[in-house]
């Protein structure tokens, strides 16, 4: 477990973006930043990185990659839905579902909890068609679905595989410390179930750094796998999340790899192996994916009129009176 004496100080906090309206600082987000360039090296910090978080989703590309490396032979939608926050969308469960049926599996098998789709036009056609929520609409059943294609092959219980105690989530700890340098500080259960662990802004951040510095032809499988995962991701970013979503608008338009978490927590990686993370302390994701993309742009990878560009496009960022637009969510890093 982890204590509150242990988590994210508020005192700690950088001031990162701004909520105006009509030309007044309504609102304001605070949180820590840091970018590390592709050598690994930190050219901006804000707040404090080394202070504890729970990295939530943001973990799951670490986690995806552990699940490869101990047996799931996965590619492509595939790969990419392992790593995805997605919308539960009829293609989003259309490919889960192959996957469990592939491995004798079926939705009964994910331990995630049923849900509602968080796309609309989903929700409304369950709604229309009288099913009820269920577990392979859950946003995390592409995270599930590769656990348990991993255990299938490994011969590992199927039963069991959230239980930290698991050989899964001792291999997905121990890649996690293999990749961001660090041991873990804590380990809890998250939204979906399974085991998510403490960890630094900045060992994220150094984790999916090292990622995005690998190659498919490496001759280290983690690390194989870990470009092939990023490629996926980009390839596929409609599946990462879905249309729409500051994810795959993200990785859309800017060909960077876009992963955010709950409780206001984002990570992109550029190409070139730029590596941002960001949390916000009040857990708001609304400006998390603008900071980030700002932050990515005052490193050099992208250019800071594409990313304002994208900013006015994206009607989250629109603070509207009346029916009319009377405002933005503004970066301030």
């Not at 309206?21 to 050598?39: T, Y």
């Not at 998250?190 to 802004?201: E, I, K, Q, R």
């Not at 990023?230 to 390839?235: I, K, N, P, W």
């Not at 409609?238 to 790899?257: A, C, I, K, Q």
Request: hydrophobic residues 40%; proline residues 5%; aromatic residues 2%.
């Amino acid at each position: 477990m982890v204590t509150s004496a242990e988590t994210f100080p508020a005192s700690s906090a950088a001031e990162l973006a701004v909520v105006e309206r009509g030309g007044f600082v309504e609102s304001r987000h605070v949180g820590s930043a840091i970018v590390l360039d592709a050598d690994g090296e930190t050219v901006v910090s804000q707040g404090n990185p080394d202070a504890l978080i729970l990295p939530r989703s943001s973990l799951k590309p670490l986690q995806a990659i552990a699940s490869v490396t101990a047996g799931a032979a996965l590619e492509g939608e595939r790969l990419a839905i392992a790593t995805a926050s997605h919308d539960g969308t009829e293609r989003h469960a259309a490919i889960v579902r192959d996957m469990l049926t592939e491995i004798g599996l079926s939705e009964d098998d994910l331990q995630c909890p049923p849900a509602w789709p968080g796309s609309a036009e989903a929700r409304r056609e369950m709604v229309r068609d009288r099913e009820d929520k269920s577990r392979i609409r859950h946003n995390c059943s592409g995270k599930h679905a590769a656990m348990l294609t991993a255990c299938r092959v490994a011969g590992w219980d199927t039963a069991t595989y959230l239980d930290p105690a698991h050989p899964l989530q001792v291999h997905i700890r121990e890649v996690v410390e293999r990749l961001t340098g660090t041991r873990i500080a804590g380990t809890v259960i998250d939204g979906c179930g399974a085991p998510v662990y403490a960890m630094s802004l900045g060992s994220l951040a150094r984790g999916m750094n090292r990622v995005g510095t690998s190659s498919e032809r490496s001759p280290f499988a983690l690390h194989r796998v870990g470009a092939a995962l990023l490629r996926a991701g980009r390839e596929h970013p409609s599946v990462v999340e879905g249309p729409g979503g500051d994810d795959t608008l993200t990785m859309e338009r800017f060909g960077v790899f876009s992963k955010k978490g709950a409780e206001g927590v984002q990570v992109l990686v550029a190409p070139d192996g730029t590596t941002v993370a960001v949390k916000m302390l009040d857990g708001s994701n609304r400006a998390a994916s603008l900071v980030s993309l700002a932050l990515l742009a005052r490193a050099g990878s992208i250019a800071v009129e594409d990313v304002a560009r994208a900013a006015a496009e994206r009607p989250g960022l629109r603070i509207t009176g009346g029916g009319q637009t009377v405002g933005v969510i503004r970066s301030v890093v």
